[in-house]
Each structure stands twice: as C-alpha cells, then as structure tokens.
C-alpha cells in the first residue's frame, strides 16, 4: 500500500493490486475517503472525514493530480 504523500495529518495512497480510473485513498484519524483523479476529479466516497479536510484533500489532489498520475503509472506498470 504506497503511500503518495502525508499533508495536513492525510495520508494519500493506493493499493498494490489497484483497479482503473486512477484513484487515491485518503485517511486521517477521523475516517478515509477516495478520489477518482483522472479523468476527473471527483469525490467516490468518504466515510468520516470532515468537510474541511475534504475540501483540502481535494486542493492537495488538483495541486498533484499529475505526481499522482505518474507514481499511478510507475507503480502498476511493473
């Protein structure tokens, strides 16, 4: 389970056996929740994280959506 990068106490990652569209996992003390991250950006589901640490979840994600790709790519093409 890679992970991506920890911000503001979030933990950004994706599984070794992961699944098309390219997604991150996000979790902190409080709940977790995913991302579709290309094509878009959107919310999948969330599960107890609060609505201020979705909305800088989902900053941090448009800031990296392109670091995020390409570990993505890196990782699951072995």
């Known amino acids: 389970m ?3 990068f920890i911000f503001f106490g979030l933990r950004f990652y994706f599984y070794s ?3 098309l569209p390219i997604h991150v996992h996000i979790q902190n003390a409080d709940g977790k929740a995913k991302f579709n991250v290309d094509p ?3 919310l999948v ?3 107890g ?3 201020k640490d979705l909305k800088i979840a989902e900053k941090i994600i448009y800031e990296n959506k ?3 790709i390409t570990r993505w790519n890196e ?3 072995n």
């Open 17 to 19: 056996e992961e699944h």
């Open 40 to 42: 878009e950006i959107e």
């Open 49 to 51: 994280l609060k609505p």
């Open 66 to 68: 392109e670091v995020i």
């Open 45 to 47: 589901y969330n599960k």
């Open 75 to 77: 990782y699951h093409s």
């Open 2 to 4: 890679p992970t991506l």
